[in-house]
């Protein structure tokens, strides 16, 4: 079994910092795109930070100069470092994957996890 499995998620007042993780465990062969999402209430979920396999990175808009996205290739995690947090930061983080993976054949798909709450209030 395959799957992604997100911590770091919680209450933080504005102007304060929260580190996501999310690791990716089961029969895994490569990994390239890892990324974050967020779904605020009643809205799409965006993308928010990007990171290839060679290390090129993308981030929305709104969080550039605040949040930064790093992996851990050894560890099969990427993580996200969220400063700055502002009330409209707040949303279920998702982190995703696109793996080539062997269950038990080979094939390549992209993965979810589970998602974190972050919750940004004072």
């Known amino acids: 079994q395959v799957q992604l499995v997100e911590s770091g998620g919680g209450l933080v007042q504005p102007g304060g910092s929260l580190r996501l993780a999310c690791a990716a465990s089961g029969r895994i062969v490569s990994i390239y795109d890892m990324g974050w999402y967020r779904q605020a209430p009643g809205k799409q979920r965006d993308l928010v930070a990007q990171?290839?396999?060679?290390?090129?990175?993308n981030y929305a808009d709104s969080v550039k100069g605040r949040f930064t996205i790093s992996r851990d290739n050894a560890k099969n995690t990427v993580y996200l470092q969220m400063s700055s947090l502002k009330p409209e930061d707040t949303a279920v983080y998702y982190c995703?994957?696109?793996?080539?993976?062997?269950?038990?054949?080979?094939?390549?798909?992209?993965?979810w996890g589970q998602g974190t709450q972050v919750t940004v209030s004072s």
């Open positions: 995703n994957a696109d793996m080539l993976v062997t269950i038990p054949y080979s094939f390549r798909s992209v993965y």
């Open positions: 990171i290839t396999s060679a290390g090129i990175i």
